[in-house]
């Protein structure tokens, strides 16, 4: 597809369940991202992948959450042991590297339509 | 102190207003700043990039300042339609691949 492709559009688990959420960037897109935002918040960055390079997890909240690339392309982000303050839309963005473009176009993210946890 | 900064809102204006809405970021080394949308119950997309020299794209009015480190970004001619969350994105990573969100600001354009 031309857009970032998340799967499921929705979920609902009962706390303590592990939940695994998908995203599909841009074909080309060597840069991915993961994003929480919770009912009227701004987005908190969760990890970001970059190529082959250790993908940066600066943002993971704790050590139930956990994010694969594998082939450089599709992403699954899995939380374990699911908790009710673990309930947000889970947005995952794509974007080509700063490196390879313009000033101009640079860093432009690419935002799928996202997963609505709810954790019961 | 958050990193980059937006007056919540909301801000409500009549159709045909202007309305501008300001956001300050506090990395001095930050290159790249842009303007997302957000509607409701939907995912972030880019309304318009900022350049130095400041930049118009139609009704939308873009300035950057980097002296002061604030972004600005001017709605003329309000439309129902330009109802959203505006939100103030910078780049604060030295790589330039790291985007930081504001938090949003919320317009409501009223008949």
């Known amino acids: 597809g031309a857009g970032v492709s998340q799967s499921p559009s929705n979920k609902v688990t009962e706390k303590g369940k592990d939940v695994e959420l998908r995203c599909d960037p841009i074909?080309?897109?060597?840069?991915l991202y993961w994003y929480r935002q919770s009912l009227g918040q701004g987005l908190e960055f969760l990890i970001y992948f970059q190529g082959n390079s250790a993908p940066d997890k600066s943002g993971l909240p704790s050590d139930r959450f956990s994010a694969e690339r594998t082939g450089g392309s599709v992403s699954t982000l899995t939380i374990q042991r699911t908790q009710q303050e673990d309930s947000a839309v889970y947005l995952c963005?794509?974007?080509?590297?700063?490196?390879?473009?313009?000033?101009?176009?640079?860093?432009?993210?690419?935002f799928g339509a996202g997963t609505r946890l709810s954790v019961l | 102190r958050k990193e980059v900064e937006q007056d919540p809102g909301p801000f409500n204006v009549p159709e045909g207003a202007t309305v501008a809405f300001n956001c300050t970021y506090s990395?001095?080394?930050?290159?790249?700043f842009f303007w997302y949308r957000q509607d409701c119950r939907k995912e972030p997309k880019l309304l318009m990039s900022?350049?130095?020299s400041g930049n118009e794209d139609g009704r939308f009015t873009a300035q950057l300042n980097r002296a002061s480190q604030y972004i600005s970004l001017l709605i003329r001619d309000s439309k129902l339609s330009d109802s959203a969350t505006y939100l103030c994105v910078v780049n604060e990573d030295n790589a330039g691949n790291m985007l930081t969100f504001g938090g949003g600001t919320r317009l409501m354009v009223k008949p």
């Open positions: 074909s080309g897109h060597t840069a």
């Open positions: 963005a794509s974007s080509f590297p700063s490196d390879l473009l313009g000033n101009l176009a640079k860093n432009i993210q690419y």
């Open positions: 900022v350049y130095s």
């Open positions: 990395n001095s080394a930050s290159q790249s």
